[in-house]
């Protein structure tokens, strides 16, 4: 009983209690970069799950066979392969979401999420215990930027995932699509959802 409340724990903690924007401020590149619109946000945030789950897995799996001194070295070699995989699944069926994430898709390499997962938590965990904690975690960023991208697109243009919201006419703040306007959604959503967090913990 104890294993499965702790595992129970292991999944949810990176939703709520660790989030990785809201709380523990983690992959502010592509939080700050490519969250002008809800659908952007939701991309990226599909994206690095993916990433994030299968480095989880293969890190967990190999973890015994790879040196100590050229851990982090493979760790990386593994995330880039599976990011390099995304991109050419996403430039083939993709290309419009291709195009909006740009750049910030190879960078999910460098992604401290990422690494960060595959370092502390599943070069050290069994299997499924890691599985859970990508998945967790992954979800927690998907939540993270679709709602940041969502936020931003609303309040700077009227509409969320395209759907217009607001008449045409109506007054809406363009400096939330703007670079500037991340910061300060990004601002008072991680006050509030912190708020909710130890009101709810």
């Not at 129970?8 to 939703?15: D, H, P, R, V």
């Not at 991309?43 to 040196?67: E, R």
């Amino acid at each position: 009983m104890a294993a499965i409340i702790n595992q129970k724990e292991n999944f949810f903690k990176g939703i709520v209690k660790e989030n990785p924007v809201f709380v523990m401020l983690l992959g502010m590149c592509p939080t700050l970069g490519v969250t002008s619109s809800g659908f952007n946000g939701l991309g990226m945030g599909v994206a690095t799950l993916f990433v994030l789950l299968m480095s989880n897995i293969v890190v967990s799996l190999i973890k015994n066979q790879i040196p100590s001194k050229v851990r982090i070295p493979a760790f990386i070699i593994v995330i880039a392969s599976f990011v390099t995989i995304v991109e050419m699944v996403l430039e083939a069926f993709m290309p419009f979401l291709y195009e909006q994430l740009g750049i910030f898709i190879p960078l999910i390499v460098v992604n401290c999420l990422i690494l960060g997962r595959a370092e502390a938590f599943a070069s050290k965990n069994t299997l499924f215990s890691s599985v859970l904690d990508a998945l967790g975690m992954g979800i927690g960023f998907i939540i993270a930027l679709t709602l940041l991208g969502a936020v931003r697109e609303l309040l700077g243009s009227g509409s969320i995932f395209d759907i217009k919201l607001v008449a045409e006419n109506a007054n809406t703040f363009i400096l939330f699509i703007l670079p500037p306007g991340a910061f300060i959604a990004l601002a008072y959503l991680a006050v509030l959802f912190n708020k909710i967090s130890i009101k709810t913990s």
